[in-house]
């Protein structure tokens, strides 16, 4: 073999390698671009999924707290009104429309059972029950005898003394008879005000 013979196959065995370097090459590229995106896509998505999730669970639970602290406290505050811890003092005309729904006056007096004291307990807790404040009030008389009403403090007319048994709005006049100045039939007892306390 000349000299050109051997060139001619050396050049021919070169361009072979370079050619199956190049070809190996590219198919690695195109197997290594695959896997790739296979690969990054997989673990991008549970990269951004993850922080995705925690960061939408954070901002969910932030929102959703505020949120419900505000709904809580908000059933709290009526709650506790009605449950008599935050009560408020009603108009005149607010009270006299409670006075009129309420049902107490309805019921029987029954000596030693459902008496003045009782009438007078069931609407205070009847108008506390709807946030409204109201006030027990002991009437008392000579000796051992005296009586129950209530009363409100209203923000247009002042205190105002109510009978639970026929819900009248009545006064209270120390040194005068209660029936006699309400205008009730005379009682079989003294019953001149001696003193009478407002028990809020």
Same mark, same amino acid.
């Given at each position: ?20 370097? +190049? %070809?190996?090459?590219?198919?690695? *590229?195109?197997?290594?671009? &695959? ?5 990054? /896509?997989? @673990? ?25 602290? /505000? ?20 108009? *005149? ?5 409670? @006075?009129?729904?309420?049902?107490? #006056? ?13 009438? %007078? %307990?069931? @609407?205070?807790?009847?108008?506390? $029950?709807?946030?409204?404040?109201? $006030? ?7 000796? #051992? ?19 639970? /048994?026929? #819900? &009248?709005?009545? &006064?209270?006049? @120390?040194? %005068?008879?209660? +029936? /006699?100045?309400?205008?009730? +039939?005379?009682?079989?007892?003294? &019953? ?9």
């Amino acid at each position: 073999m000349n000299y050109l013979q051997r060139l001619t196959v050396a050049l021919g065995v070169i361009l072979v390698f370079v050619l199956a370097c +190049s %070809a190996s090459g590219y198919i690695g *590229y195109i197997y290594g671009e &695959d896997e790739g995106y296979a690969r990054g /896509q997989e @673990v991008g998505l549970e990269s951004g999924y993850g922080e995705g999730q925690n960061e939408g669970y954070q901002t969910g639970y932030s929102g959703g707290q505020k949120e419900g602290y /505000q709904m809580g406290y908000s059933a709290g505050v009526k709650a506790t009104k009605a449950a008599g811890c935050n009560l408020w003092n009603p108009s *005149y005309q607010e009270m006299k429309e409670f @006075v009129a729904q309420d049902g107490t #006056d309805s019921k029987t007096y029954i000596g030693g059972e459902y008496v003045c004291s009782d009438f %007078a %307990a069931e @609407v205070n807790n009847n108008a506390e $029950a709807q946030g409204i404040r109201c $006030a027990l009030v002991d009437v008392k008389y000579p000796g #051992d005898w005296g009586h129950a009403i209530v009363a409100f403090e209203t923000t247009d007319k002042g205190l105002v003394f109510i009978e639970p /048994q026929f #819900d &009248d709005e009545v &006064d209270v006049v @120390v040194g %005068a008879s209660y +029936s /006699q100045v309400n205008g009730y +039939s005379e009682q079989p007892h003294n &019953d001149t005000v001696v003193r009478y306390l407002v028990i809020w």
